[in-house]
């Protein structure tokens, strides 16, 4: 099977639980927020190393059907790409050899979270699939399980804060990480 046709075999079933919930579900929340991404390609076929901090911008519709279950999806598309700089083995000094961007980020997860008066700690897993360009040395497109999680503070009962962490992608000697700070409501 094909890594688009698995990603869709995964997500569909799961857009399609995450309609049919949202007018039964008790808890709607959508966010949107800045992420702050760290990428890496690696190859060690040529012993070259690369890494850049560019930024996304992230939006996330969750709905917790169960308590504390919940089921999330995730897009993200860039807001800038960052110069990245490179070694290759050998050299001890890094040489900047052009622009990255992560151009997009979907994903779908399911999570827990455990609520403790106007704070929830929550954790997610689930496929993302991910489009990351390194101009100079290619673009991928890679579909990988993604996980993280955070802490939300609920200050009113509608308005959340949000920070946390997520792996979105860890393969063939790609990686992205992502810090993201968010405001979302709950409905």
Request: contains cysteine; proline residues 3%; aromatic residues 6%.
């Amino acid at each position: 099977m094909k890594k688009s046709s698995a990603l869709t075999c995964l997500i569909a079933p799961a857009l399609l639980a995450l309609s049919a919930q949202t007018a039964m579900a008790q808890d709607v929340y959508g966010e949107v927020g800045y992420s702050a991404m760290s990428t890496e390609l690696s190859v060690p076929l040529i012993g070259l190393s690369a890494k850049a901090k560019p930024t996304m911008v992230r939006a996330l519709v969750g709905v917790s059907p169960l308590g504390g279950l919940s089921i999330e999806g995730i897009a993200a598309g860039s807001l800038s790409d960052d110069s990245f700089s490179a070694n290759a083995s050998g050299s001890s000094s890094a040489v900047q050899l052009g622009r990255a961007k992560v151009n997009q980020i979907l994903g779908v997860y399911v999570g827990s979270r455990l609520g403790l008066g106007p704070v929830e700690l929550f954790g997610r897993v689930g496929m993302a699939k991910s489009e990351v360009q390194f101009k100079g040395l290619g673009n991928g497109n890679e579909t990988d399980i993604s996980y993280g999680g955070g802490v939300r503070l609920i200050p009113f009962d509608t308005f959340t804060l949000s920070a946390d962490y997520m792996r979105y992608l860890d393969k063939d000697g790609a990686r992205i990480d992502g810090y993201t700070l968010s405001v979302g409501l709950k409905f």
